[in-house]
């Protein structure tokens, strides 16, 4: 079955230093990969998204590659903030079979400080 | 524009009890998802509902039920609680056409069982 495995948090940064959270999956098909954030107290907002291999997701200062020879999704910031902590998760949607239900890692929490 | 609600915001319940969940999805957005989400953990898919009726579903037992209104909205209703049921509960939708592709959760509801 479909998995996602995400590093183990919390990460704790300090304003604007280089972020890196590490996401491997396995799937049975060829799925399209996504990171989600969900800020305290709130439900889960999509950051960014990459649909086949090679492709890179970004969005407010984040991105993430599709690797499917190493089968990763990395998720990374140049320069954090104090706004950016946050708990992130990596998730993969696998069509294969008319499914396109999400299955997502575990979260991974960010912590920055000022 | 409305995002994705849901009610209540909080509840407790006592073991054996049943509750329901109502969620309202965005505007536009005809297809509505389920998540159970307990401390520490992804979100992970209960069921989903498109044009009135259970499209796919998870590895939940039949305690989990739901239903889909002609308006989109939905509920879910949990019969004979169990302490394991605790958990932060998302609603998602998603727009035509996109399945479960691309969805916008909503705040959650956070359902405590004692």
């Known amino acids: 079955g479909n998995s996602v495995t995400q590093m183990e948090g919390p990460v704790t940064l300090s304003e604007e230093a280089f972020l890196t959270i590490n996401c491997t999956y396995t799937?049975?098909?060829?799925?399209?990969l996504f990171w989600y954030v969900q800020y305290p107290g709130e439900g889960l907002q999509l950051l960014l998204k990459?649909?086949?291999?090679?492709d890179k997701g970004s969005n407010k200062g984040f991105e993430a590659t599709y690797r499917k020879e190493t089968t990763s999704f990395h998720l990374e910031k140049g320069s954090v903030q104090v706004s950016d902590s946050a708990v992130y998760f990596c998730?993969?949607?696998?069509?294969?079979?008319?499914?396109?239900?999400?299955?997502f890692g575990r979260g991974t929490s960010l912590i920055v400080h000022p | 524009d409305a995002g994705v609600t849901q009610s209540p915001t909080h509840l407790i319940k006592t073991r054996g009890q049943q509750v329901t969940l109502r969620c309202s999805p965005k505007?536009?957005?005809?297809?509505v998802s389920w998540y159970q989400q307990a401390l520490g953990q992804g979100p992970q898919f209960i069921f989903q509902?498109?044009?009135?009726?259970?499209?796919q579903r998870g590895n939940f037992p039949d305690r989990f039920s739901g239903h889909q209104f002609p308006n989109y909205s939905s509920e879910l209703n949990v019969n004979a609680l169990l302490l394991g049921d605790s958990a932060l509960y998302l609603c998602?939708?998603?727009?035509?056409?996109?399945?479960?592709?691309?969805?916008?959760f909503g705040p959650g509801t956070r359902l405590t069982v004692t």
């Open positions: 998602a939708s998603s727009p035509p056409g996109q399945g479960s592709f691309e969805q916008y």
């Open positions: 799937a049975t098909g060829y799925p399209s």
């Open positions: 990459a649909t086949k291999a090679d």
């Open positions: 998730a993969l949607s696998d069509a294969s079979g008319g499914s396109y239900i999400p299955t």
């Open positions: 505007s536009g957005h005809d297809t």
């Open positions: 509902y498109y044009e009135e009726e259970e499209r």
